[in-house]
């Protein structure tokens, strides 16, 4: 059974809607953390949460909010969306914010139209 | 601005043979080097990490090695086997510990029978 749940698997938006992306995990873990994989760029660090409480951000739009309404849970608000933001956004979490090791939901793939 | 570097982009070896790739990074505070492995269709995996206080880390096949001075590191693969093909992405993060992940490009690795 998957211990990082991300949904949905697939998101279709139109330019300039709104949508979240929910990730829940069961690895007790105190970090949770959000990265993005587009076609041409590398995997990319957005955000980092410990605790429920917002450690990093690495993501320059304000159009990105990360919502932790449980410890478990770190879902990804994306307003006013742009054809740029098409990727597939990567949950991740581990047992606590420091170099140990990152476990990857499966994956939420945005195409934005 | 590229922090981490990783070649070749693909590589095609023979079932038994070495693979090898490679990556450099810019910054000298990274302190931690994680090699990731993904399937098509799956999420990123750890596959072995290393530390800057050493220059060598096994794990079975897999085996990294780590240049300090020159900033670069590199993974092999021993007796490559069809099913390690896959696209592996190394990492970087600093000091201080935050899972702010830095990855490469990533290699795609084909492994022929």
């Known amino acids: 059974d998957p211990k990082i749940i991300q949904k949905p698997k697939y998101l279709v938006a139109v330019t300039g809607s709104e949508k979240i992306l929910i990730c829940e995990q069961y690895?007790?873990?105190?970090?949770m953390y959000w990265y993005r994989q587009s076609a041409k760029k590398p995997l990319e660090f957005m955000f980092s949460?410990?605790?429920?409480?917002?450690?990093d951000n690495q993501t320059a739009s304000s159009r990105f909010q990360p919502q932790s309404s449980k410890k478990n849970h770190l879902d990804l608000q994306i307003t006013a969306l742009k054809p740029d933001d098409s990727a597939t956004y990567f949950c991740?979490?581990?047992?606590?914010?420091?170099?140990?090791?990152?476990?990857f939901g499966a994956g939420t793939r945005l195409s934005v139209l | 601005q590229q922090q981490v570097r990783q070649s070749p982009q693909s590589l095609t070896v023979w079932e038994g043979e070495t693979a090898i790739l490679n990556c450099s990074y810019e910054d000298s505070t990274f302190d931690y080097f994680p090699w990731y492995h993904q399937f098509p269709g799956e999420s990123p995996a750890l596959l072995i990490a290393?530390?800057?206080?050493?220059n060598k880390k096994e794990d079975g096949r897999f085996t990294i090695f780590f240049n300090k001075r020159e900033k670069k590191f590199s993974l092999h693969i021993a007796d490559s086997q069809p099913g390690d093909s896959a696209t592996y992405f190394c990492?970087?993060?600093?000091?201080?510990?935050?899972?702010?992940?830095?990855f490469g490009q990533g290699t795609v690795l084909s492994v022929i029978p």
């Open positions: 690895l007790g873990h105190n970090a």
């Open positions: 990492a970087a993060s600093g000091a201080g510990g935050n899972n702010k992940l830095t």
């Open positions: 991740a979490s581990s047992q606590e914010r420091g170099q140990n090791t990152l476990y």
């Open positions: 949460y410990s605790y429920q409480k917002l450690m």
């Open positions: 290393i530390r800057p206080v050493s």
